[in-house]
């Protein structure tokens, strides 16, 4: 069965967002044809929405951006879903394969892709954004992905880190890796989230610098206690005491972790 191409989309732009000129600057140097970059870090960082502010602004509009599944660990599925994002033939997946093949025909279209951009390139996406690549945990889909990093770079977005080799393309000066430390809020983007809240005296600045040092620029916990900042509470809880954040941490972090006794 063909696969759908809304599967291949970049995603929606959110309501409201914070303009970050620096980080997009990273990302604009790192993402060079022939160069991979990943993004690294856990839920909340904004990995997503940096990365798609970089295509609106470079007006990347031959983006394909797969969003990937946990069903998607499938090797027959991931690569007809490789080959829908290239814009090739993806029923050359169908049916059984043994698990040798795959190599050899993830090679084939990659090089169909690789002769038909010569040809034709402005039918054909220039970069590719893998999200959410923690989903694979299936070793034929990594070893997919690992390939097509080896063999055409492109950009990969994980929760975690991944759980494949990346040194390859990084001895080789192709691969970015920004994790954590490159995406939290400094204070002085923290100030400019709060700006409205700090302009209504909903909070004060030495609040703003406080809850910068305890969400250590974590941008989703911010955004959460922004949003309640601006309820009709008179009384605004400390971002410790924020049941929005608790609920971020309880089910976006820790739910795929059981307590042990």
């Known amino acids: 069965r063909d696969l759908p191409g809304h599967r291949i989309k970049v995603p929606a732009a959110p309501t409201d967002f914070l303009a970050r000129p620096g980080l997009q600057q990273t990302i604009a140097e790192a993402l060079q044809p022939g160069r991979t970059l990943l993004l690294e870090a856990p839920a909340g960082y904004g990995k997503t929405q940096a990365l798609r502010e970089w295509v609106v602004a470079a007006e990347a509009d031959r983006v ?18 490789l080959g829908l994002a290239l814009g090739q033939d993806q029923r050359q997946a169908q049916g059984a394969l043994q698990r040798d093949l795959y190599p050899d025909l993830l090679s084939l279209l990659l090089q169909r892709y690789a002769r038909e951009f010569v040809k034709n390139p402005a039918k054909l996406p220039t970069c590719i954004v893998l999200d959410n690549v923690h989903w694979l945990a299936h070793p034929d889909a990594r070893d997919l992905i690992e390939q097509l990093v080896a063999e055409l770079p492109e950009t990969l977005i994980s929760r975690e880190q991944v759980t ?25 983007e923290t100030e400019a989230l709060f ?3 700090l302009q209504q005296e909903r909070i004060r600045p030495a609040d703003v610098e406080q809850v910068h040092h305890l969400s250590e620029g974590w941008m989703t916990p911010l955004q959460l206690f922004r949003m309640e900042l601006q309820g009709d509470s008179d009384t605004p809880r400390t971002i410790l005491e924020s049941p929005s954040v608790a609920r971020f941490f309880r089910d976006g972090l820790l739910s795929g972790y059981s307590t042990v006794a």
């Open 164 to 188: 494949f080799s990346t040194h390859s393309a990084a001895l080789s000066g192709r691969l970015t890796r920004l994790g954590a430390e490159h995406l939290r809020l400094s204070l002085a």
């Open 64 to 81: 394909a951006w797969l969003s990937i599944e946990s069903r998607d660990n499938d090797p027959r599925r991931m690569m007809a879903l």
């Open 195 to 197: 700006a409205g809240e």
